[in-house]
């Protein structure tokens, strides 16, 4: 494997789409992990494009009513599990606190409600073996035989087993209907195969944006003045709308409202930039000569593995300044988004890189973004923050290194209550 560790030659990899493809990698993997046949078999002609295809419905338009729901879901569990109580200060560990709301209101949003009631049951038992999967997932990325790691085939088939059937729940995204009726095409897929792919989509929504959610609270919580900020930020949209809120209303807050959280989308980069730890890995298609620039060229034989690791770009000081310390406005200038960032006197083109690169990166960015920003928003609206005294900071856990956000090597006590104030 070949690492590019010079950003400025990023755009000389990522533009290599042809020759220098990331499918074959997932492709190889993916199905592996979370135990659904390869979409490129023939036994599945056209599917695979069809998938790519169905991405398009998390960006666009349809990241409109993807938003609403959230914001309703997120609502609907901060109202019945959080809300209801008095105004006394009560203590949570603030990963475990983001894991479970987040969780579930992904997916509600994702896909849907079942037949009975407003909320799933057996949420808390489906999260214990979702988490139990996850502390396996980089050990199956990296093709150990699931049979040497004790329970985790006998959990994995609990998950997949969750999603047998979907189509009788209701509110169900147009994402997820898509592919589920995109999949009642191939009858060589059977139901448990259509049940891995929910689930590995599941995995998808939540794997990486739960600890990215996480690290965007922690710091803001450990940064009292960049909190205060943010949550001023806040207020000063809803205001500015008209929008009259007291802590016993709901608050929605609009697609059009989220981009203007300039302060708030530069405190959510920075937490990415700091944990995010993803390795960008393509396969070359055939032989050919690699040019890094203007000079410099280099021999790529097919089937070499050509890798980015942005976090040693994240972490450059000659790119950013003090680059372990947590800067809320990092990434603003003058009442815009910043986006000048150089290296060797140079432009970058690419800076912040949490959600890969070119044609591969993460189709659904805009609605993780979007959703932590939605959670964040809602809890300082709601809620005082303080961490707990006497533990140590929260440090990032290497084990994941290479496949995303990292999680934190500790879980945080915070303590949260009810706020008073409210908004004219």
Known sequence: ??????????????????????????????????????????????????????????????????????????????????????????????YDFCHSVMFEATLLTMYGRPPAGRRH???????????????????????????????TKAVRDKLIRFFLPVSCWSNMSQFIRRRAEMFEQYDALRDVDKAAHHFAILWASVGNTVPATFWALYHLVSHPAALQ????????????????????????????????????????????????????????????????????????????????????????PEVYEEPQTFRFDRYTQDGQQKTDFYKNGQKLRYYLMPF?????????????????KQFVSLLLLYFDLQLEDGQPRASLDPSRAGLGILLPNVDVRFRYRLRTQQLD
């Not at 499918?23 to 494009?49: D, I, M, W």
């Not at 591969?360 to 979007?370: D, E, I, S, V």
Request: glycine residues 8%.
């Open 229 to 316: 900020a943010v949550r001023q930020e806040i207020q000063d949209v809803l205001q500015q709308d008209g929008v009259g809120w007291n802590r016993d209303g709901d608050v929605t807050l609009s697609r059009q409202q989220l981009e203007r959280l300039l302060y708030l989308e530069s405190a959510i980069r920075e937490s990415l930039r700091l944990s995010s730890a993803s390795m960008n890995i393509r396969v070359a298609q055939e032989d050919f000569s690699l040019r890094l620039d203007g000079e410099r060229s280099v021999a790529v034989r097919k089937g070499d593995f050509i890798a980015l690791y942005p976090q040693s770009m994240h972490l450059d």
């Open 1 to 94: 494997m070949t690492f590019v560790m010079d950003p400025l030659l990023y755009p000389s990899i990522v533009k290599h789409g042809k020759q220098l493809d990331f499918h074959e990698f997932s492709n190889k993997v993916a199905p592996y992990t979370f135990g659904y046949p390869p979409v490129n078999n023939q036994s599945f002609p056209g599917l695979r494009k069809q998938v790519q295809r169905s991405f398009h419905l998390l960006q666009g338009d349809s990241l409109t009513p993807l938003t609403e729901s959230m914001m309703g879901n997120l609502m609907l569990v901060f109202r019945q599990d959080h809300l209801g109580q008095d105004g006394g200060w009560r203590s949570g560990s603030m």
């Open 121 to 151: 049951g057996g949420l808390d038992a489906l999260r214990d073996d979702f988490i139990s999967f996850d502390n396996k997932f980089p050990l199956l990325i990296a093709q150990i035989p699931i049979w040497l790691l004790g329970r």
């Open 356 to 372: 890969g690169s070119g044609s591969t990166k993460c189709p659904g960015r805009h609605f993780a973004l979007n959703e932590i």
